[in-house]
């Protein structure tokens, strides 16, 4: 029998795979974020305005043969809002007519209103200290020397007196004003004027720009 040898030759190939090194960039990347506010353009929206001006009661009292001081015990508030956006400034003033009585045409003479030294806040939290507008306090409290703020005339011709001002890049946004326990609004009658309900018309006037 003849015999037939068959080889099978196997071939081993072997695959060497070579590593690749890949350049790593540790520098880092600066890019931009931006921002557009621009001024609200909406009609209906003030820009600057006194949102609140609360209305003043003093109660009543017995007339007696001295001058007589009333309080506010409401705890009124003024809210004045700016949202111009490039903050010139604004001032508020305040004038008060004659306190007269429908009902017989009488008038109360030489009345004087105190305003004290406000207190203004503001929701925001941006820059607060440097943006808050300035309360004017040069006279005394009828009650207390050592309490400051600022006294008007009642009269048929009232002229506006400066209670709160902002100069150029301060008062922007929205400001509450108001009077704590120890510091009320007074309302000062001289001896002499008759019983009566009076009733004066009191005006806030805000002006856009600081007024001295």
Known sequence: MKKIWFCCTLLLSTLIIGETVLAVDMEPKTQKATVNLIENTDPSVSLLEITKASDLNF???AIGITDMTLTEEQSPNLVITDIRGDAPGWSL????????????SRVLKGVQLFYPAITLTTSATVDVAERTPETLSTDES??????????????????????????????????????????????NIPAGNLAGNYESSLTYTLTDGPTI
């Open 142 to 187: 009828f009650e207390d020397s050592f309490v400051k703020g600022l006294r008007i005339n009642s009269s048929d011709t009232p002229s506006n007196k400066v209670l709160i001002k902002s100069v150029s890049g301060k008062g922007n946004g929205q400001w509450t004003g108001t009077y704590d326990a120890t510091h009320k609004l007074e309302l």
């Open 93 to 104: 003033s305040v004038s008060l007519g004659e306190f007269k009585d429908s009902s017989n």
């Open 59 to 61: 109660g009543s009292k």
